[in-house]
């Protein structure tokens, strides 16, 4: 479903805990960091994508969050050609967005990336609110940095000198929920208190547009 300019309508979701903290996931079998996101199906309203991609992406359920806020209007961003299947080139063109910002009220054991047979996500952490934009795909970064600026004024505190990390992870606290900061086997090192679960015995083909739905 694209409107007349090619872009896909889709939810982002910034999902904090109780210490302003944000949900960040590990995309599956990449290096590759980011915020819950996904497809408006036809007939669904952005509230309703949202509540459908946060079980389906982070296993919560609506009784698990509390909306704090929605960003305004739409966030578009275009996706290089590259990573467009051919057959969706020439009228597919990106993505444009509704954001919402979400109170997690039940608990880290009730997030489960496995909620699905086609998980978007192989690992997770808790993330200082200004996420660092450089382990986010070149092309949506304008779109989070836009996101997170205008849903911050409903934080109930943040601290702007920690906005943006471009180096490294400093200021990341150890969580109870930690795990093996490695991936076995790939040699990546996985940020401290990020939670890895295997990739299931499945061959799936997602792209970096983290949109889990067809174009």
């Not at 949900?23 to 509540?51: C, N, V």
């Not at 208190?193 to 983290?210: H, K, V």
Request: net charge negative; with cysteine.
């Amino acid at each position: 479903m694209l409107d007349r300019d090619g872009f896909r309508p889709n939810v982002g979701i910034v999902l904090l805990n109780q210490k302003n903290q944000v949900f960040w996931g590990k995309r599956i079998r990449t290096h590759s960091w980011q915020f819950p996101q996904g497809g408006i199906d036809r007939g669904e309203t952005p509230e309703q994508a949202m509540f459908r991609e946060l079980h389906e992406e982070v296993g919560l359920q609506p009784e698990h969050v509390c909306v704090v806020a929605r960003t305004r209007d739409w966030l578009r961003y275009e996706v290089p050609d590259r990573y467009i299947r051919r057959d969706a080139r020439g009228h597919y063109k990106g993505q444009k967005q509704i954001w919402y910002l979400l109170q997690l009220v039940g608990y880290d054991w009730d997030l489960n990336l496995r909620a699905t047979d086609h998980p978007e996500f192989d690992a997770w952490r808790w993330n200082d609110y200004w996420v660092p934009l450089d382990m986010v795909v070149e092309f949506k970064r304008g779109v989070y940095e836009t996101a997170l600026t205008e849903l911050s004024r409903f934080l109930p505190r943040y601290d702007a000198r920690n906005r943006y990390l471009r180096h490294g992870t400093r200021g990341r606290e150890h969580d109870h929920h930690a795990g093996d900061e490695s991936m076995p086997g790939t040699g990546f090192e996985l940020p401290p208190g990020a939670t890895f679960e295997p990739d299931p015995q499945t061959n799936m083909s997602l792209d970096p547009t983290g949109d889990s739905h067809a174009n």
